[in-house]
């Protein structure tokens, strides 16, 4: 008894140090830094565009100064008075998708990107980074946030979307918040839109190991309408008005479902806590798309749309790599073989040991071939959109194939880490 006595009060006590360091610097409010991510792919640069605030902080209050994952983004904010890092994370963007990409080469783009740190009650400075797929620093920004500034936006008091929460749990303190916001859903379609964004808590918990943490979300479904019904898809000429203006053909990838008009998803959610964000498009086009800390698009009326949006959450939520790979494929080569990439689920062993080499069971052939298949966790050849050179765990998984029944347990260790990290 005296013992689990200790254990709370140490647990108690934990608690108490992260909700100080947290109300010693920041207030229960949303700090939003808009950028604008401008260039091509010899060089790019950061704009900041716009400050906002949004009542009440719904992120984590706890590892306020660690990065959940490296990523090709970061943020930085300091303690101006101090310099002491107060809050970090990371990020990946579309923009940075695009300058891999033959188009990049010949022009020049800018893209929006919307972030949300918790609102600092001092003078804070804020340094943000961009890095390359070879983990070098290809564009930074630093500049100071004061609290009292007068231009800072108030958004999210006045008029909030309607919005209904489909699983709730705990809250924004207690759990991690899934905004899932309508996409091409004229008004009289909402009450459709509810029964898809329902589906997608069902989904997700149909699967390992969300299955188990399902207790650690929220889950809010945003009624965001559109003009027209559906979403645009280029290569049919069929161009749509819609609330985020997503299409298809991102990249002239046909199936790549992306918008580049965060500002309007932001503030769509603007007074609704969320830290991770679904958009259902109303189409029954396959495809989809999900950019690590950032957003994920789905198809709500494809057959295809329980193994996708499952999928794409991966990416958004957990940062999991893709482990296909197409001869073909528009993203082919996008990562070096002779640097780790960043992603849990993917190497190059250069540094296998920071990925799965614990998993692997004893004498388990590097590289693994197909014929080694009776391994569960092995270091199969082929991911990332290469054939060659990266490597995934599995022959099989929810990350490669829409059949897949499963997530791979490598894959599955990484989503557990990131809630821990979120929650605990």
Request: glycine fraction near 6%; aromatic fraction near 12%; proline fraction near 5%.
């Given at each position: 008894?005296?013992?689990m ?14 909700a ?5 610097y920041?207030s ?14 010899h ?14 902080w ?18 930085m ?6 310099g002491?890092?107060i809050?970090a994370?990371?990020f990946?963007s579309?923009?940075?998708e695009w300058?891999a ?5 010949e022009v020049t783009?800018?893209?929006?990107n919307?972030?949300?740190l918790?609102?600092p009650?001092?003078a ?5 980074k961009l890095m390359?797929y070879?983990?070098?620093?290809t564009?930074?920004l630093k ?17 909030i ?21 309508a996409?091409g859903?004229?008004?009289?379609e909402?009450?459709m ?23 650690k979300?929220n ?6 309408p ?8 280029p290569?049919?000429?069929?161009w ?28 769509a959610?603007?007074g609704?806590?969320?830290?991770h ?20 698009l789905?198809?709500?009326h ?24 197409y001869?073909?494929?528009v993203m ?8 780790e ?15 799965w ?10 590289p693994?071939?197909l014929?080694?298949?009776?391994y569960?966790i ?5 991911g990332?959109y290469s ?6 765990p ?11 029944p ?10 557990k880490?990131?809630v821990a990290?979120?929650?605990?």
């Amino acid at each position: 008894m005296k013992k689990m006595f200790i254990a709370v009060w140490m647990l108690m006590s934990i608690g108490n140090i992260h909700a100080q360091q947290f109300n010693k610097y920041f207030s229960d409010q949303t700090l939003r830094i808009d950028y604008i991510f401008t260039g091509n792919a010899h060089e790019q640069q950061i704009s900041l565009d716009e400050l906002s605030t949004t009542p009440g902080w719904a992120g984590r209050r706890q590892h306020l100064s660690e990065m959940p994952l490296k990523s090709h983004g970061q943020i930085m904010m300091r303690d101006k008075e101090s310099g002491n890092v107060i809050y970090a994370t990371s990020f990946s963007s579309l923009f940075q998708e695009w300058t891999a990409t033959d188009e990049a080469k010949e022009v020049t783009k800018g893209f929006e990107n919307c972030f949300q740190l918790p609102f600092p009650k001092q003078a804070a400075e804020v340094e943000i980074k961009l890095m390359n797929y070879r983990h070098e620093v290809t564009a930074s920004l630093k500049h100071t946030v004061i609290p009292t500034d007068i231009l800072i936006h108030q958004k999210g008091k006045n008029h909030i979307t309607p919005h209904k929460y489909m699983v709730k749990n705990g809250s924004p303190e207690e759990c991690i918040d899934i905004a899932i916001l309508a996409e091409g859903y004229r008004p009289e379609e909402m009450e459709m839109f509810y029964e898809d964004a329902a589906k997608v808590s069902e989904f997700l918990f149909s699967y390992e190991p969300f299955k188990s943490l399902q207790d650690k979300f929220n889950f809010v479904a945003v009624a965001s309408p559109s003009t027209d019904s559906g979403v645009s898809i280029p290569k049919h000429g069929d161009w749509k008005s819609t609330a985020f203006s997503s299409n298809y053909s991102t990249f002239y990838s046909d199936r790549y479902l992306t918008t580049s008009r965060l500002k309007a998803v932001h503030d769509a959610l603007a007074g609704i806590p969320h830290e991770h964000i679904i958009v259902l498009a109303n189409t029954d086009e396959y495809g989809g798309g999900g950019i690590y800390n950032s957003l994920m698009l789905a198809a709500a009326h494809h057959s295809t749309f329980r193994p996708v949006v499952v999928h794409e959450f991966g990416h958004s939520f957990a940062g999991l790599a893709d482990e296909y790979f197409y001869d073909d494929d528009v993203m082919s080569g996008s990562y070096p073989t002779d640097i780790e990439p960043w992603e849990p689920n993917i190497t190059t062993l250069v540094d296998f040991k920071s990925k799965w080499q614990d998993m692997l069971k004893k004498n388990t052939p590097i590289p693994t071939t197909l014929q080694d298949s009776k391994y569960s966790i092995g270091v199969y050849e082929g991911g990332g959109y290469s054939s060659k050179g990266v490597y995934r765990p599995a022959f099989d998984c929810r990350m490669r194939t829409n059949s897949s029944p499963e997530f791979c347990e490598v894959c599955k260790r990484a989503i557990k880490r990131i809630v821990a990290f979120y929650t605990e």
